[in-house]
């Protein structure tokens, strides 16, 4: 595709249950970013994923929150037991890194998650 | 871990009235990148600095990247409707690491 794509666009869940947000990056980029934006705020990251190296969860608000990255590709953000407060956009955006690279970030147009 | 603090968080203007937005690095930067995010819509990438005290302009956008490579700023001269948005600064060499936003509100 010619973007970043993200599945679902929208998403809404009964609290305590689980959800898998997807987001397929531009072809051959490197590097994977999740992030989190609530109502009005900023971008808040979740998740770091580039190349082969072990991912940069530092972001992650808990440990209900987990993602992975299959094949240097696709990737999936799940929400366990989802809580009122993980009601946010979830924006995926993608980028390639090397020595001459610009690490543009191209986003998403992100999931709405709605936890009711 | 690098920070990146942008001021104001809100910025509210009449139409045809400048707007700055400042973005400061806890560390020196090897580059920085401003992104604009419409309401409803996702973060998009405008310009990238690479050089120290490199200026860039586009239209009535300038970008300045400071001398030390550890700050910015976005200026918008006579600001319309259509400026309406979250900009994002982003620095660092691996991780890209996003200021908070300034929100720009523009009364017609």
């Known amino acids: 595709g010619a973007g970043v794509s993200q599945s679902p666009s929208n998403k809404v869940t009964e609290k305590g249950k689980d959800v898998e947000l997807r987001c397929d990056p531009i072809?051959?980029?490197?590097?994977l970013y999740w992030y989190r934006q609530s109502l009005g705020q900023g971008l808040e990251f979740l998740i770091y994923?580039?190349?082969?190296?072990?991912?940069?969860k530092s972001g992650l608000p808990s440990d209900r929150f987990s993602a992975e990255r299959t094949g240097g590709s696709v990737s999936t953000l799940t929400i366990q037991r989802t809580q009122q407060e993980d009601s946010a956009v979830y924006l995926c955006a993608s980028s390639f890194q090397g020595p001459q690279a610009k690490n543009i970030q191209y986003f998403g147009a992100g999931t709405r998650l709605s936890v009711l | 871990g690098q920070q990146v603090m942008q001021i104001p968080q809100y910025q509210h203007v009449q139409e045809g009235e400048d707007f700055t937005t400042y973005c400061n690095s806890s560390?020196?930067?090897?580059?920085i990148q401003w992104y604009k995010q419409r309401p409803g819509g996702h973060p998009v990438f405008l310009i990238q600095l690479v050089k120290s005290g490199e200026v860039k302009k586009q239209k009535r956008l300038t970008f300045q990247f400071g001398e030390a490579k550890k700050n910015s700023s976005l200026h918008i001269t006579a600001t319309q409707t259509t400026d309406v948005g979250t900009y994002f600064c982003a620095g660092g060499s691996e991780k890209l690491v996003f200021g908070k936003g300034t929100k720009l509100t523009v009364n017609p």
């Open positions: 560390t020196t930067l090897s580059n």
């Open positions: 994923f580039q190349g082969n190296s072990a991912p940069d």
């Open positions: 072809s051959g980029h490197t590097a």
